[in-house]
């Protein structure tokens, strides 16, 4: 059981950002609906709740933060994330580094009924970050993405799960730079789209491509033009081909969300029977 009323909330102030009468209720729904047809109810963390085997919970927070705040939240680093932070050219990227990684650790450590410090991560291979297993008996996988002032984050029990974020920023050179990464066919199915649609359609096929191989754990190993995914706006988030590998078009869910104007985000999850619940930080 996991007491969100303790989380501390400091860590993430956005009630001058979002508009709270907006989002009321809560998403319960099946992984193989596929699409939200309405932005989804994101929460504020009251009461208790538990991450069952069929449960995924997404969380969002704004990493923008005052100095002050940034230095308490650096306290909860271990001695490798400290590092990393220093190496942001740019001070705001560090901050946001800081302030991602700590409210990561925050989550972590409520689910474990651990402090934040004392949450012990470790990486794969291809640098997916998960918990140590020796802490890990739940089976808690996760995944982490932050674009400009936002920061998503995913969580599941015993089934791998990835999430991608981006802030859509206008792009003048849509197709040429989709050839870098999209499949002849989804090039196609781009170029026939209404220039007002391209990048809209630009952006949910990157965020799905993303996602899918943050879930699977292998990165760029797998190259990104060698599997299809749905991006035409307005249809069901899916993952239409692999390459050299059709049975994982069955073993994943891909779901596509707005966590905040300007933003377009992807969760992938392995599996179909599954429900959500989004929370605000």
């Known amino acids: 059981m996991i007491d969100h009323s303790s989380i501390d909330r400091t860590a993430v102030d956005v009630n001058d950002r979002v508009d709270r009468n907006a989002h009321k209720g809560v998403v319960n729904y099946r992984g193989k609906l596929s699409v939200w047809l309405v932005d989804p109810a994101w929460l504020a963390p009251s009461g208790s709740c538990s991450l069952s085997d069929t449960d995924v919970h997404i969380w969002r927070c704004w990493l923008d933060q005052p100095a002050w705040r940034v230095q308490q939240l650096a306290q909860t680093l271990s001695a490798d994330e400290w590092v990393r932070a220093n190496r942001f050219h740019f001070e705001i990227d560090g901050a946001r580094f800081i302030a991602g990684r ?14 934040p410090g004392q949450v012990q991560l470790c990486y794969g291979r291809h640098g997916k970050p998960c918990l140590h297993e020796a802490l890990n008996a739940a089976m808690i ?3 982490v993405a932050h674009s400009h002032q936002l920061a998503v984050y995913a969580f599941a029990c015993a089934r ?16 040429e730079i989709a050839a870098g990464f ?11 789209l ?42 069901p988030a899916r993952l239409l081909n692999v390459e050299g590998n059709p ?9 596509s969300l707005r966590p905040a ?21």
């Open 182 to 192: 999209m499949s002849a066919r989804e090039i196609a199915l781009l170029s026939k």
């Open 141 to 143: 996988r996760f995944s």
């Open 261 to 281: 104007p300007g933003y377009v985000a992807t969760l992938a999850i392995e599996g179909q029977d599954w429900h959500a619940t989004c929370w605000d930080l």
């Open 160 to 175: 791998e799960i990835g999430i991608d974020l981006e802030y859509a920023r206008p792009m003048t050179r849509v197709q």
């Open 247 to 255: 049975s994982e078009t069955h073993r994943w869910s891909l779901q």
């Open 194 to 235: 209404p220039m007002g649609q391209q990048q809209e359609a630009f952006y949910l096929c990157w965020t799905r491509k993303e996602a899918y191989i943050k879930a699977t754990g292998i990165g760029l190993d797998q190259p990104l033009e060698r599997f299809e995914v749905s991006l035409l706006p307005g249809e």
């Open 102 to 115: 700590s409210v990561l650790r925050s989550i972590l450590g409520h689910y474990l009924g651990i402090e």
